[in-house]
């Protein structure tokens, strides 16, 4: 029963307002009229040329020859598994130092220096700070343990990955910068 109420209630509502509406408006469109006489009286634009179709040119696949990239790849060499199977891996247990931040590529040998029958190596980072290494020192991203320090080079081994689930040793050399 009450919604039965509410319902014509909502009826009546809307009623009032449409008429409401119908009320307020005026029959009069003498501006509606008069704009569209003056964009009729406008000059027309003309319109712009098609441009011209370009012909589509059918791309030729020319890889039928290699692996399809839906197939499992080809199976790795023996040679790589006994790389793969060696004990070379990088110690993730120890603390890294300052310079293995940087890339090997961005450290340059700037000099050295001996103290106490220890001769240090003076590496250069990108940001133009020098650090000292010596035997056993890391350093590089890869990391790259330092195995010879000489009056005009530092040796450095970095452990990478070889591709196959391993590790390969990778041996790197830093030589001497001579400014002239």
Not at 2 to 21: A, G, H
Request: charged residues 25%; proline residues 6%.
């Amino acid at each position: 029963m009450l919604r039965r109420i509410f319902m014509q209630s909502k009826k009546i509502i809307l009623s009032v307002c449409v008429l409401s509406l119908m009320a307020c408006s005026n029959s009069d469109f003498s501006d509606l009229d008069d704009f569209m006489a003056e964009e009729k009286a406008k000059p027309q634009r003309p319109i712009k040329p098609i441009p011209p179709f370009k012909t589509y040119k059918a791309f030729s696949y020319s890889a039928t020859g290699l692996r399809s990239p839906f197939e499992k790849p080809v199976e790795v060499g023996e040679i790589t598994r006994l790389q793969a199977s060696s004990n070379v891996k990088p110690d993730e247990n120890r603390t890294k130092e300052y310079l293995e931040k940087y890339g090997i590529d961005a450290l340059s040998m700037v000099g050295t220096l001996e103290q106490g029958g220890t001769l240090w190596a003076l590496i250069q980072d990108s940001d133009g700070g020098v650090n000292r290494v010596k035997n056993g020192n890391y350093m590089g991203r890869n990391h790259g343990r330092v195995v010879e320090t000489a009056e005009n080079y530092v040796a450095v081994v970095e452990i990478v990955p070889n591709g196959v689930d391993g590790w390969i040793e990778r041996p790197r050399t830093i030589k001497l910068q001579v400014k002239e």
